[in-house]
């Protein structure tokens, strides 16, 4: 990994700020060089210091990040759906992706009257422990399924699915039913149920998701709701030209 690129995903959400010694430390580069670059990228807007000295992620960063992105283009179009969604259920709606390996959330939109915590965009989620994560997965290439089954699975939870024979159970019911409803298995206290969103050539892009306290909602209540609207998103990604 270049020296830039580690020193930019040394940021995170539980650290968005830190000195510029934090950041070498982090980034596990020498001090001189963390400086060097620090200061290059300052200079592009990319790394931003605030008034107390410490180093964050400047707003050029987010502004290039959303050029050209097909991540864009495919938030933009599933908004109003999962408005609805969240509308009729009245529990946080996500859409999530695959990237590099990992579910990535691109959308999130919160319920202020969940007892969760608000939702986040950009957080990023093992595939095997969470229900877009097993929707994603199930209707993901073979060999990447091959591989994640093949790799060491963490156990986020007590029920976090790490058993590659029962994962493949449920990535089969996923491929037949269209949905999944999972208790716990990236955090204890939640319950995730997701369904898959089609895009051009019929290939799954994306899940649509809500996130509620554990065992308060019914899968049967919530489902036509995440069906109707994932049903939309995938007919206007279909109907649209191209995704940028």
Avoid at 102 to 107: D, K, R
Avoid at 139 to 145: E, T
Avoid at 167 to 193: C, D, M, P
């Amino acid at each position: 990994m270049s020296r830039v690129v580690r020193l930019i995903s040394a940021f995170d959400r539980e650290v968005p700020s830190m000195s510029l010694s934090g950041l070498a430390h982090r980034a596990n580069l020498p001090l001189s060089t963390t400086h060097r670059l620090v200061e290059e990228l300052l200079g592009h807007g990319l790394i931003e210091r605030l008034p107390t000295g410490r180093l964050r992620l400047g707003l050029r960063m987010w502004e290039l990040a959303s050029r050209g992105s097909h991540a864009l283009d495919l938030r933009e179009t599933a908004v109003p759906f999962m408005q609805d969604v969240r509308a009729v259920v009245r529990q946080h709606t996500t859409l999530a992706v695959l990237d590099h390996g990992s579910v990535l959330y691109v959308e999130r939109l919160s319920e202020p009257s969940s007892p969760l915590g608000s939702a986040n965009v950009a957080q990023r989620m093992p595939v095997h422990a969470s229900s877009s994560g097993l929707v994603l997965l199930a209707y993901a290439d073979a060999g990447f399924r091959e591989q994640v089954l093949g790799s060491p699975l963490q156990q986020l939870t007590p029920e976090t699915l790490v058993d590659p024979l029962v994962i493949r159970r449920h990535l089969t019911e996923i491929r037949e039913r269209g949905y999944v409803a999972l208790h716990g298995a990236g955090v204890s206290e939640w319950t995730g149920i997701a369904v898959p969103v089609f895009g051009p050539g019929n290939q799954v892009v994306a899940a649509l998701n809500i996130i509620a306290a554990r065992n308060s909602v019914r899968t049967p209540a919530v489902l036509p709701s995440l069906l109707t609207a994932a049903h939309g998103i995938s007919r206007a990604l279909k109907d649209a030209p191209t995704l940028r």
